[in-house]
């Protein structure tokens, strides 16, 4: 029986995302390598597409990125939800502030 798959620090794998992982063991077995933090930018990336079609675009990189031995999802700022550290400046501007309009 294989050990359930991790999860991020702040975010949950949604089950589309958790069955793309699962589907391929090299991937699964990347993925549970990953940091907590790095799990929960992959997963607050797929979670932050507005429509079906950009986050199964984003689960598919995922899984490429994955492959390719990233860590962290490329081009992503960073996940704005965590409580453990505020949001950097960066974030703020462009993340934050933005959605604000």
């Known amino acids: 029986m294989q050990e359930r ?12 995302m958790r ?3 699962e589907a ?6 990347l993925w549970q ?4 933090l790095g799990r929960n930018e992959f997963i607050c990336w797929v979670e932050d ?6 986050r199964a675009k984003r689960i598919g990189r995922t ?3 994955l492959l390719e031995g990233k860590r962290r999802p490329c081009c992503w700022a960073g996940c704005i939800h965590r409580t453990d550290k505020p949001p950097s400046a960066w974030q703020q501007a462009v993340l ?4 604000k309009r």
């Open 63 to 65: 899984l490429e990125e």
């Open 49 to 54: 597409a507005k429509q079906d079609k950009t």
């Open 33 to 36: 390598s990953l940091t907590p």
């Open 96 to 99: 934050i502030d933005k959605k």
């Open 19 to 21: 069955t793309a992982i």
């Open 24 to 29: 391929d063991d090299a991937t699964r077995d």
């Open 5 to 16: 798959l991790a999860e991020g620090t702040v975010h949950h794998l949604a089950d589309d």
